[in-house]
Nanobody, 127 residues
């Protein structure tokens, strides 16, 4: 069983930046693709970004391309989400997740492809 703990959320003005972190423990981190999702009030959870277990592929939602960057540090069992040029519509609870299947590419990044989730961290962007 894997445990995921997100941090780094907060309140920021539009145009600002935040860096989210997700620390993983309890399973071989390097074998699994990792993802970030978000859920705004009254909306369904949506995909944000994913990074393959091999660290050679990343995928992004169209709404965050260019502005957000996902990365991983396998030595620290941590995945990051650097968020720049934040907009009020980025306001949501952000969750990290680990893929259900070992060695599966981030090409497969539907919510149901991920089996373990963190508790989430709130990101609020003011206009």
């Amino acid at each position: 069983q894997v445990q995921l703990v997100e941090s780094g959320g907060g309140l920021v003005q539009a145009g600002g930046s935040l860096r989210l972190s997700c620390a993983a423990s309890g399973r071989t981190f390097t074998s699994y693709t990792m993802g970030w999702f978000r859920q705004a009030p009254g909306k369904e959870r949506e995909f944000v970004a994913a990074i393959s277990w091999s660290d050679d592929r990343t995928d992004y939602a169209d709404s965050v391309k260019v502005r957000f960057t996902i990365s991983r540090d396998n030595g620290k069992n941590t995945v990051y989400l650097q968020m720049n040029s934040l907009k009020p519509e980025d306001t949501a609870v952000y969750y990290c997740a680990t893929h259900r299947v070992r060695y599966r590419s981030s090409y497969y990044h539907a919510s149901e492809d991920f089996g373990s989730w963190g508790q989430g961290t709130q990101v609020t962007v003011s206009s």
